[in-house]
């Protein structure tokens, strides 16, 4: 008898602005058994209703531990993923990795230690299967930050700023349709309030003494993959791939 299919777990981690949220929400178009879960967009949501939970937001700190847990596992409900997955946009042509399973992926978890250990205490049917590190230098995701912003009509995301050195070539990203009529264009585009120059610096120096350290333990239990995003959405293909790869290796038959 077959085993009976899990569902995977795929972390993106990697520094603010790497990119992570946006290759995220393309994967997920991509397959129809994959649900993207932006844990940064639910804890932004709660803040809307939690005046002390805005204002760690706001500084670049880390929330608290707890909190993230009990947000992370409230999204994973059953009824809450398939409300988050009616609100994806599918391509017509979009692809079923061929294991069976219902999958998820997570942006923004674990991100730090504590976190982590509360992932191997999940039920076994919900596996932490594999994180993926957007490995980005840091001049290249503050550009990016600092270009970042969100259509407050249409709730478009863009990015201003294009990078183009060593080898990186990530031009802005606009709007291709609908936003530039509809909107008015860029009158309407808003920046986080986390995207300053002082708590970026303040993200990037959590990132490395929180995150860092969750990397190893996955890289330890040889389930992390490295991805060199130097085209930028233009890699879409190749980080496909990754995830084509590691569902062929594991597809139950
Ligand atoms: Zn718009």
Same mark, same amino acid.
């Given at each position: 008898?077959a085993?009976?299919?899990?569902?995977t777990?795929?972390s993106?981690?990697?520094?603010?602005?790497?990119?992570?949220?946006?290759?995220?929400?393309?994967?997920?178009?991509?397959?129809?058994?994959?649900?993207?879960?932006?844990?940064?967009?639910?804890?932004?949501?709660?803040?809307k209703?939690?005046?002390?939970?805005?204002?760690?937001? &706001?500084?670049?700190k880390?929330?608290?531990? &707890?909190?993230?847990n009990?947000?992370v +596992?409230?999204?994973?409900?059953?009824?809450?993923?398939q409300?988050l997955?009616?609100?994806?946009s599918?391509?017509?042509?979009a692809?079923?990795?061929?294991?069976?399973?219902?999958? +998820?992926?997570l942006?923004?978890?674990?991100?730090?230690?504590?976190q &982590?250990k509360?992932?191997?205490?999940?039920?076994?049917s919900?596996?932490?299967?594999?994180a +993926?590190?957007f490995?980005?230098?840091?001049?290249i995701?503050?550009?990016k930050l600092l270009?970042?912003?969100?259509?407050?009509?249409?709730?478009?995301?863009?990015?201003?700023?294009?990078?183009e050195?060593?080898?990186?070539?990530m031009?802005?990203l606009l709007?291709?349709?609908?936003?530039?009529?509809?909107?008015?264009?860029?009158?309407h585009?808003?920046k986080?309030?986390?995207? &300053?120059?002082d708590?970026?610096?303040?993200?990037?120096?959590?990132?490395?003494?929180?995150?860092?350290?969750?990397?190893?333990?996955?890289s330890?239990s040889?389930?992390?993959v490295t991805f060199?995003?130097?085209?930028?959405?233009?890699?879409?293909?190749?980080l496909?791939?990754v995830l084509?790869?590691y569902?062929?290796?594991?597809s139950?038959t």
């Amino acid at each position: 008898m077959a085993a009976q299919a899990k569902t995977t777990l795929i972390s993106l981690v990697g520094k603010p602005g790497s990119g992570k949220g946006t290759y995220g929400a393309l994967l997920a178009s991509r397959y129809r058994n994959l649900t993207f879960l932006s844990v940064g967009d639910v804890l932004r949501d709660s803040a809307k209703r939690n005046e002390t939970l805005r204002r760690v937001l &706001t500084s670049g700190k880390l929330v608290d531990d &707890t909190i993230v847990n009990e947000a992370v +596992i409230e999204s994973l409900q059953e009824e809450n993923l398939q409300q988050l997955k009616a609100q994806h946009s599918i391509d017509s042509d979009a692809k079923v990795f061929n294991d069976g399973g219902e999958h +998820i992926i997570l942006d923004g978890f674990p991100r730090t230690d504590a976190q &982590t250990k509360l992932l191997s205490k999940w039920p076994s049917s919900l596996e932490p299967a594999l994180a +993926i590190y957007f490995d980005v230098p840091d001049d290249i995701v503050i550009t990016k930050l600092l270009g970042r912003r969100k259509c407050t009509i249409c709730g478009g995301n863009f990015n201003i700023n294009g990078v183009e050195q060593d080898g990186w070539d990530m031009p802005p990203l606009l709007p291709k349709n609908g936003c530039k009529e509809k909107c008015d264009w860029d009158i309407h585009w808003e920046k986080r309030d986390d995207d &300053t120059a002082d708590i970026i610096k303040e993200r990037m120096q959590v990132f490395r003494q929180e995150t860092e350290p969750v990397l190893e333990s996955w890289s330890d239990s040889n389930r992390l993959v490295t991805f060199v995003p130097y085209k930028g959405v233009k890699e879409m293909d190749r980080l496909a791939g990754v995830l084509e790869n590691y569902f062929h290796k594991h597809s139950l038959t």
